[in-house]
């Protein structure tokens, strides 16, 4: 999983105030157009659907995602993508994983070449196993300046103005310096770092174990068990991420541990309630015929579990949970066969410089 594409970089100089492009109008989509607008910049949000683009310009709002906020002026929504990205300075890409890759194609290359992107999208892609910055470097015609915000930040509580901070990671420290000026404020404070592999992998892990938090909650195992499934999760993120080349310790971070924190106890976590509802007995499919948004981890299981093969990683979690999503598995069962498997010391061998063990 490396990074290409890197440089050399074309000469730029970083826009004061720029014009900042956000694609996808999804509930965290609009809590990062609110964030920059906040701080007095000009943005631009691309919704996919003409119809609701047009009601959220006239309206203001979208109540059924983000019913605590009104929209300022001085950010302009709409589902042509040119007007959007072609005078944009920073471009956010707020996509589900699932989607990113074709909203990267058709979009992409109508923003200037000497744009900054970032990606707010947590998630790994299916075949590939690409991060979603790798997904913008394999599409774009050639250097490009990209980064990665991640970390423990419920969209809500974004729009709100409660506290959040999160991590940024780039490829280019200028570029990740510029925008953690840009978009900082006291209510959300950004730290920086090279580490994209490892910020970005946390945030489509936990997706993951915040499912089996839920599951482990709705069948009622007490907070004794989640605190051990939260901790013992950090473990397989940590095995995992190292093996694709990231800083162990990046997953001790904001984009690790604090990620995996919120989204294992916050009851705002989509991926949570759907684990909730499996623990309590509903299939999979009546819950997301019924579940407004993307729990992104449903299918981030999937290629997790495909990307801990490529790796070899043993990763017993991440295994039952796919199991429970994709081979109909019972949720009981799971935990019959995460218990009983061999004892074994608590550290990870690979962490005191042994080979990989579950």
Known sequence: MTISKTGPWPSITFPSSPNVAVVGAGAWGIALALVAARQGLKVSLWARNELKAKEMQEQRDNPTLIPVAKLPPSLSISSIPAQVVSAANLIIWAIPSHAFRSAVKNILPLAPLEAVHVTASKGIEDDTFATMTSVLISEAAGPIKVGAISGPSFALEVVEGLPTAVTLASNHREA??????????????????????????????????????????????????????????????????????????????????????????????????????????????????????????????????????????????????????????????????????????EMPEELKGGQSSD
Do not use: H
């Not at 580490?195 to 892990?205: F, K, N, P, R």
């Not at 993951?208 to 999760?233: M, P």
């Not at 997953?251 to 294992?264: E, F, K, M, Y």
């Open 176 to 345: 990740g310096l510029w925008v953690q000026s840009l978009l900082s404020a006291p209510g959300f404070r950004i730290y920086t770092s090279s580490d994209l592999i490892g910020v970005e992998l946390g945030g489509a892990l936990k997706n993951v174990y915040a499912i089996a938090a839920g599951i482990s909650d709705g069948l009622g195992l007490g907070l004794n068990a989640r605190a051990a499934l939260i901790t013992r999760a950090l473990n397989e993120m940590i095995r995992l991420s190292k093996a694709a080349g990231a800083n162990p310790t990046t997953l001790s971070g904001l984009s690790g541990a604090g990620d995996l924190i919120l989204t294992c106890t916050g009851n705002l976590s989509r991926n949570r309630q759907v684990g909730l509802r499996i623990g309590a007995g509903e299939k999979l499919e009546a819950i997301l015929s019924s579940s407004k948004g993307v729990a992104e981890g449903v299918k981030n299981a999937k290629s997790v579990w495909g990307l801990a093969n490529s790796l070899k990683q043993s990763l017993p979690m991440a295994r039952e949970v796919y199991r429970v999503l994709y081979e109909d598995k019972s949720p009981r069962q799971g935990l019959v066969d995460l218990l009983t498997r061999r004892l074994k010391e």
